[in-house]
């Protein structure tokens, strides 16, 4: 996976943990052939809804 962040782009492979504090923009995509499965934890509650309105859910 490759994020983007405001100020660099992280690569990230299998088992690497990132941690993006609440506010800052950034974007993901999968840079691999093979794909990705990425898990993602967001706190609080309440980002669910950007994709349940966005037809993601």
Same mark, same amino acid.
């Given at each position: 996976?490759?994020?983007?962040? &405001?100020d660099r782009t992280i690569r990230a492979g299998a088992d690497d943990a990132l941690?993006? &504090?609440?506010?800052? &923009?950034?974007?993901?995509r999968v840079v691999s052939p093979d794909g990705a499965r990425l898990l993602i934890a967001g706190t609080p509650a309440g980002h669910e809804r950007f994709f349940l309105e966005a037809g993601l859910g």
């Open positions: 996976m490759e994020f983007a962040l &405001p941690h993006i &504090p609440r506010g800052v &923009p950034h974007a993901f």
